[in-house]
C-alpha cells in the first residue's frame, strides 16, 4: 500500500533559525496535504499542492511539491515560538484505497527561546 | 467559524466492551472520516463515509468498527469489543469539497481501554 515516510522526526532549532521538513511518497500522488498539530490539539490544515513542482508560500511558510509528485518540503523561515508543534504530510492517490490520506510520521519541532 | 465536535472529549472503557464515539461534522459536509492516532505516533486513516455508506476503509477497520449517520447530524463510530491496543485518539472529519481538499478535524476522543 502507499507508504509516506517523513524526516527529521524530530527538530529542535533556536528561535529565529529556519526548519525543513521533507516528505516522501511510495507512489506518485495526486496531491498532498500538510497539517500542523499543537501539542494535545488535533490536525489544523495548512495547505493542499495539486501541481507537480507546485510552489505555495504563507508568509514564512514555503511548501513544495516535487516534479514526480512523490516528494514534498514545508521549509519555515526564522521560526518562532509560536511555529512549535508537530507537522504531517499527508498524501492522497487518485484511485481506489490510495485515496485515502496517508500521514507521513511527522515532525515534532521544538523552538527554543 | 464552522467547526466539527466530538463527544466525549475521553472515554475510559473495560476490554471487551462496546463504544460508541459521537461526532458532528460541519453541517453542509459531505465526506466524514475517522482517523486514529496512537499516543506520539502520526495519524492514522481508519474509513471514509459519504452518501449513507463507507466509500473507504483501512486494514484497522475490522470487523470490530463499525460507523453510522443515525441523522441529519451525528457521524457515530462503533467499537463492538474493545481491546487494550485500541487505546488512542480518534479524530473525526469532515470535507466540503467534491474532490481532493481540506479536511477539518475535530477536537478528538481520547478512548482508554483497561
Known amino acids: 500500500g502507499q507508504q509516506v515516510m517523513q524526516i527529521p522526526q524530530y527538530q529542535h532549532v533556536q528561535e529565529g533559525e529556519d526548519f525543513t521538513t521533507y516528505c516522501n511518497s511510495s507512489?506518485?500522488?495526486?496531491?498532498i496535504q500538510w497539517y500542523k498539530q499543537r501539542p494535545g490539539g488535533h490536525p489544523v490544515f495548512l495547505i493542499q499542492?495539486?501541481?507537480?513542482?507546485e510552489v505555495k508560500k504563507q508568509k514564512r511558510l514555503t511548501f513544495q511539491f516535487g516534479e514526480a509528485k512523490k516528494n514534498s518540503s514545508l521549509h519555515i523561515t526564522a521560526t518562532q515560538t509560536t511555529d512549535v508543534g508537530t507537522y504531517f504530510c499527508?498524501?492522497?492517490?487518485?484511485?481506489?484505497?490510495?485515496?485515502?490520506?496517508?500521514f507521513g510520521s511527522g515532525t515534532q519541532l521544538t523552538v527554543l527561546p | 467559524e464552522p467547526e466539527v465536535t466530538q463527544t466525549p472529549s475521553h472515554q475510559v472503557t473495560q476490554m471487551g466492551q462496546e463504544v460508541i464515539l459521537r461526532c458532528v461534522p460541519i453541517?453542509?459536509?459531505?465526506?466524514f472520516y475517522w482517523y486514529r492516532q496512537i499516543l506520539g505516533q502520526k495519524v492514522e486513516f481508519l474509513v471514509s463515509?459519504?452518501?449513507?455508506?463507507?466509500?473507504?476503509k483501512s486494514e484497522i477497520f475490522d470487523d470490530q468498527f463499525s460507523v453510522e449517520r443515525p441523522d441529519g447530524s451525528n457521524f457515530t463510530l462503533k467499537i463492538r469489543s474493545t481491546k487494550l491496543e485500541d487505546s488512542a485518539m480518534y479524530f473525526c472529519?469532515?470535507?466540503?469539497?467534491?474532490?481532493?481538499?481540506?479536511?477539518?478535524f475535530g477536537p478528538g476522543t481520547r478512548l482508554t481501554v483497561t
Open positions: 472529519a469532515s470535507r466540503g469539497d467534491p474532490g481532493y481538499g481540506e479536511q477539518y
Open positions: 507512489t506518485t500522488l495526486s496531491n
Open positions: 499542492l495539486v501541481k507537480s513542482g
Open positions: 499527508a498524501g492522497q492517490g487518485s484511485s481506489g484505497s490510495a485515496r485515502q490520506l496517508t
Open positions: 453541517s453542509n459536509h459531505l465526506y
Open positions: 463515509f459519504y452518501n449513507n455508506e463507507i466509500s473507504e
